[in-house]
């Protein structure tokens, strides 16, 4: 698929949740053949449906892909990473353990390979602290629904690593970004996080209902960034003068509304109001219902966007 | 166009500029006269231009709509006033402009019409406090750019007068949401600020450069965020337990992230920063050629989403 470094090799997929069946369901699509470990019975025996419904939405999206690569359900890690070129972590989110598989990887694999890990809140400064070589490890972070979303976080401190990680992802298709430094929740959940902060606020003071917030986003600011971020939003919001102008007329204005903004807790009645807003915007859907929408236009989005992108 | 309410009738469009150009064009694109008063020379000599391409624009995005309605250049604000169905007020941001603005249209126009402020900076219970009959005000923020961005929140204490301006925007194509309390910046522009103060810390921090965190945004959450919002974006991430099951489970680690987000300040480095960062993902692309991509994605990203809203 044009990757010279993983070109024709296995990429080894460890973890078979959520995640790790996204990744694989993208690997194969894209032609590459997978060798995925799960160790729970229960999960392993989910993975296949979980992949070929992943598939069908992929190749929707992209209609121009070829045949696809293999999928194969390994026994032991040894044997997922042996003649991996690329392995891609999706543990659960708990140090020891992801630390305990990086030690197995670093003794099965080949000496050069990168070890990518899926990790939404951890960082790589912990992550690689007991590793032979904290080099080989960068931190990878896919988008939920991750094999629909585009963006992939890239962290390492060895920056020919990341870039060839960059090259790598963007033969399945994938947007990389870079982190300079290490951060808790990288960009996009930091960006999320901050956004929903003020949505609860608004929830907890009365402001508006969930609903209403909920619309004021996608009809608005959410339309808006599927386009332009949120940076080049103000350059174009500061009229001939860009961002430059902005900042001089309206940087002042900015800062204060910052300081207007709202320090929520997800308390009970906080929690309540949310949980009620949600039931009210979902009338009577389920959440299998709201996936599927999400998912078809999610596509429908993407493919209208294609070669529209600034 | 299937209001009752102001059929058939003029809207008086007070104040030419951006937002008030494309007001004008969207009530005319949907088959309402328009009557618009803007005083000053340059900015008059401006709006057909500028309204003449918000229609085609309008117009390419809804195909099925049918002949235009007339707009007519005032040379008074009362004989703009004097016939209206309803008052769109976009004069600039000043209150005691727009508090003589409200009391002259008091005196011209017919005693039981609403008068709708586009105000984006400024809440209605100042705005208000001179008027012979403030339940008359209400907010009616529209989301730039105002002719291709469906959202207009709404505000006012007079609950059936915001009923009737919802459905009133309604027939003009907008989706229109509430506020149960006045606040500044209303709903989208806290929501926007609140995410542009983390991207600004990040900037601020050395965590990512300004074109990675747009890129960040634009193929991760505000991708998502065009098709679910912020709250129904948890409820579908706390799997078959819902918002419930991931407030229960998640939500520490949510308020933990709250306090690990950034309050920075626009001072002169990170202002240059900004603008740099905004030169390196302009490449070489003026504003006007930015703005015309801008627009063409939002037209071809609402087309896609047409019938396909969650």
């Not at 694999?109 to 912990?126: C, G, H, K, R």
């Not at 947007?175 to 608004?202: C, D, F, Q, T």
């Amino acid at each position: 698929m044009g990757n010279p470094q993983v070109d024709g090799k296995t990429i080894a997929v460890v973890g078979g949740g959520l995640i790790g069946a996204s990744w694989a369901a993208l690997f194969t699509t894209y032609g590459y053949d997978v060798a995925l470990y799960e160790p729970a019975p229960a999960a392993r025996d989910a993975i296949r449906e979980k992949v070929d419904a992943a598939v069908a939405s992929i190749r929707e999206l992209s209609q121009h892909l070829a045949e696809c690569g293999t999928l194969t359900l390994t026994e032991t890690l040894e044997e997922t990473v042996v003649g991996a070129a690329w392995v891609q972590e999706n543990a659960p989110e708990k140090v020891p353990l992801k630390r305990e598989l990086y030690s197995a990887i670093e003794a099965a694999a080949p000496a050069d390979i990168t070890i990518a890990s899926s990790t939404s809140s951890l960082v790589w400064s912990e992550l690689s602290a007991e590793m032979a070589e904290p080099s080989r490890l960068i931190t990878a972070h896919p988008f939920n629904p991750p094999h629909l979303m585009p963006l992939v976080e890239l962290y390492g401190p060895d920056r020919a690593r990341v870039d060839a990680a960059a090259e790598f992802y963007r033969t399945v298709g994938r947007h990389p970004v870079r982190l300079k430094r290490e951060a808790v929740g990288h960009i996009a959940n930091r960006l999320s996080s901050a956004l929903w902060r003020e949505a609860v606020h608004m929830v907890a003071e009365d402001i508006a209902d969930v609903e209403d917030i909920d619309a004021a986003l996608v009809y608005g600011p959410g339309l808006r960034w599927s386009v332009v971020g949120a940076h080049m939003a103000y350059h174009l919001g500061g009229g001939a003068g860009g961002i430059g102008h902005y900042l001089e007329h309206l940087g002042p204005s900015q800062e204060r509304r910052w300081k207007d903004l709202g320090n929520p807790s997800l308390d009970a009645a906080t929690r309540e109001k949310l949980v009620q807003g949600i039931a009210s915007e979902a009338r009577d859907r389920q959440i299998g219902e709201l996936e599927a929408g999400r998912d078809a236009a999610l596509i429908a989005v993407q493919k209208a966007l294609e070669d529209r992108r600034l």
